[in-house]
């Protein structure tokens, strides 16, 4: 078995993709392209990319549960773009995914503790 394409290698991460696009829509509207680009900075995609008709399904699936909002501006010269702002809805999702990951903080210290030390057991016998 290839460990690389395990989810032990990390590899589920980017299925925070929601919280993390909520919290970079904190700063203002942001238009798809630069949000990729913001999302690729980051550590948890340093292996791989994120997947970009993914994020923009993501945010169509967030705008439908009225998290975002979208609109085109066509304004600029150039092909129309699409910023996404954060809704009171979306912050409050926001506000709701940082206690759940607060838990989740708590609970993956206890089980890395308790892999940490079946790990040297297992080598100590």
């Known amino acids: 078995m290839e460990f690389d394409q395990c989810a032990c290698s990390g590899k589920t991460l980017s299925r925070f993709v929601r919280p993390v696009i909520l919290a970079l829509l904190t700063d203002g509207p942001v238009h798809g392209y630069d949000l990729l680009r913001r999302l690729e900075g980051l550590g948890m995609f340093a ?29 600029d010269p150039g092909p129309a773009r699409r910023p996404f702002t954060l809704t009171p809805k979306g ?19 206890e089980i890395s503790a308790l892999v940490s030390a079946a790990v040297l057991n297992a080598t100590e016998t």
């Open 47 to 75: 292996q791989t990319p994120p997947d970009t008709s993914g994020v923009y399904k993501t945010l169509k699936t967030m705008t439908a549960e009225g998290l975002t909002v979208g609109d085109w501006d066509t304004a």
């Open 91 to 109: 912050r409050e999702c926001l506000a709701r995914w940082g206690a759940t990951l607060e838990a989740y903080q708590r609970q993956i210290a």
